[in-house]
């Protein structure tokens, strides 16, 4: 069989070409087939870098779409945050407007606490005078008594001066008459004595009835004002009630603003990391394109990365070699041998086309390897020829 067709090692292959490339065709052939095999591994290195570079532009397109969303999700944050501050201002205002009702509330309950401690005073101030009038009700009461039983008294000692009167006109009694000592007051004394009191008892009877009639009408403007500040106390509950519900909403959509605020930053900064991912990685691509158009790999690390695929490739054909070989060195019989397959077949160097032909009984010598021992022996320098 042909030395081409037959799976040897490198070595061995090189070596009979090297034998066998004695004719110009031959080395041309030669130097053709190992440049079509360059060209082969570059088309496939341009092809795998060609795949890079589409793995890398479909990342970058995918950070752009990732970008674009990411903007638009900003954007979208942004414009509720303008609409929740809008929010916010108009509870802002209803909160403003709520104080002003609680501020004017306010004052007016601290004028009617005013006004009902005025009115308190003044109940308090009638209520002493009524006190002190009614204190002066028993002085009135005595002094009726006393005027009862002076009247009585009187209508006695008239009783008693008819008698002695009578007695006194009788004639025939010998101490019909005895002298008193002291003064007694005439009757226009007695008159004015007793117009006096009645004109007292009058005046007393008149401020007690005045005491009375504003008592009456202070109860009545107490009872009044405190049916007032009930009223006012019902709507101040009413109204604190509203103004501690419209707090805790105005908290919860602080805390709800406060969130989407947050939110807001933390996307802010994912979209700021990526837009810097994104410059970043068209940079890189620019200078892969750079160095691409030099001539040079893409990057150090894209170039690590090749000789990597590169090593595997070179390890997977040297498997791949290794399990052929094996599949070759196995005979018919089933049993493996490692010896080298020996080429049978030569190129004649006059035939216009490069066929092969069987050696037959003549097949040359192959060498075989150099052991280890080649090392401790020397070159032989061949000595010149004198003639």
């Not at 053709?32 to 479909?58: A, V």
């Not at 205002?93 to 003044?122: P, S, W």
């Amino acid at each position: 069989m042909f030395l081409c067709s037959d799976p040897i090692s490198k070595v061995t292959w090189v070596r009979i070409m090297m034998f066998l490339c004695s004719d110009p065709i031959s080395k041309v052939t030669l130097v053709l087939h190992e440049m079509r095999q360059k060209r082969e591994e570059q088309k496939l290195n341009l092809g795998r870098l060609t795949h890079m570079i589409n793995y890398h532009e479909q990342n970058l397109l995918q950070m752009r779409k990732s970008h674009d969303n990411a903007v638009q999700s900003r954007n979208d944050r942004g414009v509720q945050l303008l609409e929740r501050e809008e929010e916010m201002c108009i509870f802002y205002e209803k909160v403003n407007v709520q104080e002003g009702l609680i501020r004017d509330g306010n004052i007016e309950m601290q004028a009617l606490e005013e006004e009902t401690r005025c009115l308190q005073m003044i109940t308090k101030e009638e209520g002493r005078q009524t006190a002190l009038s009614r204190k002066l009700v028993p002085c009135q009461r005595r002094l009726k008594g006393e005027s009862t039983m002076l009247q009585i008294q009187l209508a006695e000692c008239k009783e008693r001066m008819l008698e002695l009167e009578k007695a006194l006109e009788d004639p025939g009694q010998e101490n019909r008459a005895r002298e008193l000592e002291g003064n007694d007051p005439s009757p226009v004394e007695l008159i004015q004595k007793i117009e006096q009191l009645e004109v007292g008892l009058a005046e007393r009877e008149e401020l007690l009835l005045e005491k009375d009639l504003v008592f009456e009408q202070v109860t009545r403007l107490s009872q009044r004002i405190r049916a007032k500040a009930e009223n006012g106390k019902q709507d101040t509950l009413q109204l604190a009630k509203k103004v501690n519900e419209l707090q805790g909403r105005i908290k919860e959509s602080t805390r709800r603003m406060m969130a989407v605020v947050s939110e807001l930053s933390m996307r802010q900064a994912s979209a700021m990391t990526l837009q810097q991912e994104l410059k970043e990685r068209e940079l890189f691509l620019d200078t892969c394109h750079r160095r691409l158009d030099q001539g040079l790999p893409p990057s150090e690390d894209l170039e690590q990365e090749w000789q990597h695929i590169l090593r595997d490739e070179q390890r997977r054909q040297a498997d791949q070699q290794e399990k052929d070989r094996e599949e070759r060195s196995q005979l018919p019989s089933g049993v493996y041998t490692t010896a080298e397959a020996r080429p049978n077949a030569y190129i004649p160097l006059g035939d216009t086309l490069p066929l092969p032909k069987p050696y037959g009984a003549l097949a040359p010598f192959k060498p075989s390897e150099p052991g280890t021992n080649i090392r401790h022996i020397r070159k032989p320098e061949p000595k010149p020829i004198e003639i």
